[in-house]
């Protein structure tokens, strides 16, 4: 019989953790350790979740990235691999899936959850981070209530972890922002959410939000924004020194550039799909980023995604990268566990300032 070892809630980051002596041959053999041990968790708000979470932007859409149903199996592998490694942060949105598979992702989340036959601690432990979509429809506080009851329905919860806004109208529709976030605070009122956060939202307006839930007794918890080594401009240094100072965390996402950071693809070794046109527009203005990526990662014995990766801890957000596959989900984990030097990340900084080439940034992002 094997010994399950449960994980604390919260352990601080900024104490050192070593691995546990034991003592007995016999234990040692039974026990089920991870192969990415989970040492750390953050803080959102009053949530504990893992230093890094996976996205789910790829499950359910075909356009993109390719989904087939026949891919299921696969992806409920993937999520239990990343559960019993420690993973319990997972990002969707109720407009992911393209198609008649629109909220295919928060199905599949749902049906994972539900079907995990781990450790019932993992299990409850998970922290689901949806968005809900400001389609033009939604023009009522209680439209956007009903949006988040119809995730609960898809996911099978009685409460998401992290309510999120997927981008703001303020630029083209700013009368309606009044009115969704009206609804973020009553779905948080109404227990619906534990927490509430932000995606796409600049400076500006993450500031005027921040404002406005606080005086209605709603904490702004977590903000999402593009950040990586492709994507570290102004605005995104300006998002990240707003939310350290209102204790406000940041969520990163597409942390491997849609990935152009594997160090995978090539101006002659492009992705099928949309995505192939962008690559071959941005990757050859990123070689010094790229080569810089690379000598640290051969160096530090790790993958150019993990490196690209573990930079974003460093830097203290929690990346979501998305993963479709085990081979993808265990390249992630081996991010975990170790953190870049300070000379590492000016390295690669500078590298990543030398690149002419930047990464195309949300259309929805606002200022």
């Known amino acids: 019989m094997a010994l399950l070892i449960s994980y604390p809630a919260y352990i601080n980051c900024s104490t050192s953790s070593k691995n546990p002596t034991i003592s007995s041959p016999s234990l040692l053999k039974n026990l089920r350790i991870p192969r990415f041990w989970p040492w750390q968790k953050v803080k959102i708000g009053q949530l504990s979740v893992s230093p890094m979470g996976f996205g789910t932007w790829a499950w359910g859409n075909q356009l993109l990235w390719g989904y087939q149903e026949s891919m299921d199996n696969e992806l409920q592998q993937t999520f239990n691999l990343a559960v019993e490694n420690g993973i319990n942060l997972f990002d969707t949105a109720d407009s992911y899936g393209t198609g008649k598979l629109n909220g295919q992702s928060e199905k599949l989340l749902g049906k994972f959850i539900s079907e995990f036959q781990g450790n019932k601690q993992l299990r409850d432990n998970i922290v689901i981070a949806t968005k809900f979509a400001a389609y033009p429809w939604r023009l009522t506080p209680n439209q956007f209530v009903d949006a988040c009851k119809s995730s609960l329905d898809r996911i099978q919860l009685d409460q998401i972890g992290i309510g999120q806004l997927h981008w703001s109208t303020a630029n083209y529709a700013p009368l309606q922002e009044r009115a969704l976030w009206d609804g973020l605070v009553a779905m948080y009122d109404k227990g619906l959410v534990r927490a509430v956060g932000v995606s796409n939202y600049g400076p500006k307006q993450l500031l005027k939000i921040h404002d406005y839930l606080k005086a209605r007794g709603v904490p702004l918890c977590s ?76 160096r530090r014995r790790k993958t150019v995604s993990q490196v690209a990766i573990n930079w974003c801890i460093s830097k203290g957000t929690i990346p979501i990268p998305g993963v479709k596959s085990i081979k993808q989900a265990e390249e992630n984990l081996g991010a975990l566990g170790w953190q870049l030097s300070s000379d590492e990340l000016l390295q690669l900084e500078y590298a990543a300032l030398e690149s002419p080439q930047k990464m195309v940034q949300n259309i929805f992002q606002t200022r």
């Open 223 to 298: 903000a999402q924004v593009q950040f990586s080594l492709l994507s570290m401009g102004k605005d995104q240094l300006e998002i990240k020194n707003i939310c350290d100072s209102l204790g406000i965390r940041v969520i990163a996402y597409s942390p491997l550039g849609l990935g152009m950071l594997t160090g995978k693809y090539t101006s002659s070794n492009l992705p099928s799909g949309p995505r192939g046109l962008l690559f071959r527009q941005i990757l050859p203005g990123i070689e010094p980023l790229l080569n810089s990526l690379t000598e640290v990662a051969q």
